[in-house]
């Protein structure tokens, strides 16, 4: 079965400071992409950052970069300076190759104040 | 804004009704997947439709369909409406079928009374 666990529900953060939200994951797969989203009171979901399980370099977008340590099938995503704008659900999700549907979890509320 | 718009924002519906939303997905993606996702949830999969056909389908039961038209939108019909079926109801088009570039729309609430 593949599953994503995100054990931390909310956290807070300062403007300006950095956060670092967790993600583990398990499938018997190899081959899959690593994905967080963003999703505002907006509701839509925005693509943050997205890994390839088979690069060994970690991900990064400007702010944002991720921890991957595929082993321990762990993948977190740090956020540097952080902006009030950040203040979203982050759902961290994955897609095995060649199959269609992505695996979600059940998210990190992120709250960055003033 | 990333091109994939749903309709409509917001429903309100009662119990064994029948409801259908819409999604209209970004220009030159061929494939849309459903996904719902309930109050405090990651999204769950519903389907994928790529080309016209159903690529996939989630654990739902039957009185949840879709359809894709020849311009790729799509529709999500539900029967038999239950209370359980409230929810945010997603709608992600992409250029094929792995999904590894999917854009999301806004979602459409549904709320069963």
């Given amino acids: 079965a593949q599953t994503v666990t995100q054990s931390q529900p909310e956290m807070s953060v300062q403007e300006a400071e950095t956060v670092t939200l967790s993600c583990t994951y398990d499938t018997s797969e190899s081959n899959y ?17 997205r890994q390839e399980a088979y690069k060994q370099q970690n991900a990064t977008e ?3 970069s991720v921890n991957f340590q595929k082993a321990a099938k762990s993948f977190s995503l740090k956020i540097s300076d952080s902006q009030l704008g950040d203040t979203a659900m982050y759902f961290c999700a994955f897609i095995l190759y060649n199959f269609n549907k992505f695996y979600f979890g059940s998210g990190t509320k992120l709250n960055v104040k003033p | 804004e990333t091109g ?6 917001h429903l309100i519906k ?6 259908t939303l819409r999604c209209s997905s970004q220009s030159g993606h061929n494939t849309v997947s459903w996904y719902q996702q309930a109050l405090g949830q990651g999204p769950q999969f519903i389907f994928q439709y ?3 056909e159903e690529n996939g389908r989630g654990n739902f039961p ?3 369909s879709g359809l894709q038209f020849p311009n790729y939108s799509s529709e999500l019909n539900v029967n038999a409406l239950e209370l359980d079926d409230s929810a945010l109801y997603l709608c992600a088009s992409s250029r094929d079928r792995s999904n590894t570039e999917a854009f999301f729309g806004q ?3 549904l709320t069963v009374v």
Avoid: A, D, H
């Fill in chain 1, 62 to 64: 400007n702010r944002f």
């Fill in chain 2, 14 to 19: 009662t119990r064994g009704q029948q409801v």
């Fill in chain 2, 4 to 9: 994939v718009t749903q309709s409509p924002t």
């Fill in chain 2, 107 to 109: 979602g459409t609430r």
């Fill in chain 2, 50 to 52: 790529y080309r016209e």
């Fill in chain 1, 33 to 49: 992409y690593l994905f967080w989203y963003k999703q505002p009171p907006s509701r839509q979901m925005i693509l943050v950052i």
């Fill in chain 2, 62 to 64: 039957p009185r949840f």
